[in-house]
């Protein structure tokens, strides 16, 4: 299992952008995909996006398409999500996860480990 803590959370006005990173420890890094997810209050959590274990392919949730971009640097052991134009919308506890799935997986139930998320808060 790999231990996964996320930064880069906060306050932003709507039409703002934030960096999310989650930080993996442990020398298997590259060995997951990795996975953003988000849970707004009263709501269940939802897949975000996905990056495969050399970064070369990513899914995203047709809401985000455009505004968000996955990426990782195996190198630091770190995955990021740039968050563009944000919505009030957007708004929600978001947590990284990763996979030892081969092929592309946008269920939580198929993500193994877990951070302990970081709120994004996007005023109107």
């Known amino acids: 299992q790999v231990q996964l803590v996320e930064s880069g959370g906060g306050l932003v006005q709507a039409g703002g952008s934030l960096r999310l990173s989650c930080a993996a420890s442990?020398?298997?890094?590259?060995?997951?995909?990795m996975g953003w997810f988000r849970q707004a209050p009263g709501k269940e959590r939802e897949f975000v996006a996905t990056i495969s274990r050399k970064g070369g392919s990513t899914y995203y949730t047709d809401s985000v398409k455009g505004r968000f971009t996955i990426s990782r640097d195996n190198a630091k052991n770190t995955v990021y999500l740039q968050m563009n134009s944000l919505k009030s919308e957007d708004t929600a506890v978001y947590y990284c996860a990763a996979t030892r799935a081969s092929v592309v997986v946008t269920s939580s139930a198929d993500f193994s480990s877990w951070g302990q998320g970081t709120q994004v808060t996007v005023s109107s």
């Open positions: 442990g020398r298997t890094f590259s060995s997951y995909a």
